[in-house]
Nanobody, 116 residues
């Protein structure tokens, strides 16, 4: 059974940093494209950062380039999002996504609130 569990969200001041984690089970992330998305009320979910299955060329939202880093730990079967220089507009619920066999799987999300 595929399961994704995000953690690491919280309240941080503008300019601060946070690391989000996504623990995966039921599949191996080394074979799977993994993506971080975020969503704010009334808006569509938007892609933040994607890690291809080969760990190569990553895809970023323009708004986070140079500030966020996506990485993975194959042994821990986990995906990470390191966020620095956080801005108020980064406030959102962050979701981990895995695309397996053409199907999308989602975690429950973790709230990130950036306060000024």
């Amino acid at each position: 059974q595929v399961q994704l569990v995000e953690s690491g969200g919280g309240v941080v001041q503008v300019g601060g940093s946070l690391q989000l984690s996504c623990a995966a089970s039921g599949f191996r992330i080394i074979f799977t494209p993994m993506t971080w998305y975020r969503q704010t009320p009334g808006k569509e979910r938007e892609l933040v950062a994607m890690m291809p299955s080969d760990g190569g060329g990553r895809i970023w939202a323009d708004s986070v380039k140079g500030r966020f880093t996506v990485s993975r730990d194959i042994g821990a079967n986990s995906l990470y999002l390191d966020m620095t220089d956080l801005k108020s507009e980064d406030t959102a619920v962050y979701y981990c996504n895995a695309r397996i066999g053409g199907n999308d799987y989602w975690g429950q999300g973790t709230q990130v609130t950036v306060s000024s």
